[in-house]
């Protein structure tokens, strides 16, 4: 493990003194192209009910967001119609053992989801320190468990009752997300992404506060569609209904289509995974240069590691 983060700060290293860093997006700075980071951080938990409004979840959130300034009565509309449309969507609830085949383990925490509960925790900082919506994870190749560690992170902020997440599945090539949580017919993203179909006649709810969008089957012309400014409207649109404070997308390897570069100019945020004794350090760094032009990457996660440090095992739960 410390041979690997020392060749890799090596790398990053190298390249800070190849490079004056003029083409990466400063942080708390959007991508050319987008709108720039919404003012303020994610809304923190709410201490107590709003008085005159009690069990409102819309007032609750609209505190959260100015606890010090008189709540608007646009906000509360806001929240409240937010509210409504996520009520609208079907609900559908994941088979535990579905969920524990595919080595999701952070839907009901524990032992087993520290260490994605302790990725959430630095996301979430990162995120609202940057006012920062959008996080894509991606990887050097195919194999390395991008979408395992996105379901993780989902069902991880998904036990975040004041943080709103949508699941969005961007692998559109070789979609997964539907077959590993067995979830009904669902039209898929990808066609809701080209304005064809309403975003939810494909969207599900898993939670309370968790959306999930995904694909039934593969996409044509994959990269086309997510270069497109049809797709870019397309999530204005549905951040803008549905209002979800975290959206993660869940992307194609980096090295074997250009989707994901494709797509780059439209996240906040990127993290890389890798899979140790699988994915090279000339392959993670390559990403990471790539991926530093466009946004900003949030670190890189060595995941399939068989050999971790004596101090990872978190014993206090034993």
Known sequence: MEKIQAALAKARATRSG????????????????RPGPVPGPVPGPVPGPVPGMPGSTAALRAEAIAPDLPRSPDLLHDE???AAAWSALPGFAVQARRLERAHVVTFAGGADAVSFDALRTRLLQQMRANGWRRVAITSPGAGCGKTTLSLNLAFSLARQPEVRTLLAELDLRRPSIA?????????????????????DT??????????LAANQGPARDAAELLASATTAQSLARIEAEYGPDITIFDMPPML????????????DCVLL?????ASTIKEVDT??????AQTSVLGVVLNKCRYTDRGAGYGYYD
């Open 179 to 199: 077959r590993i949580l067995g979830t009904p017919d669902r039209a898929s993203l990808a066609l809701a992404l080209a304005g064809e179909v309403p975003f």
């Open 18 to 33: 190849e490079s004056s860093g003029e083409n990466r997006v400063p942080p708390g700075q959007a991508p050319a192209g």
């Open 80 to 82: 409240e119609a937010i």
């Open 273 to 277: 995974v890798a899979a140790a004794e």
């Open 256 to 267: 074997v289509t250009d989707d994901m570069m494709a797509f780059a100019g439209e996240v």
């Open 287 to 292: 990403c990471e240069r790539e991926l530093a």
């Open 202 to 211: 494909c969207a599900l709810r898993l939670s309370q506060n968790l959306l």
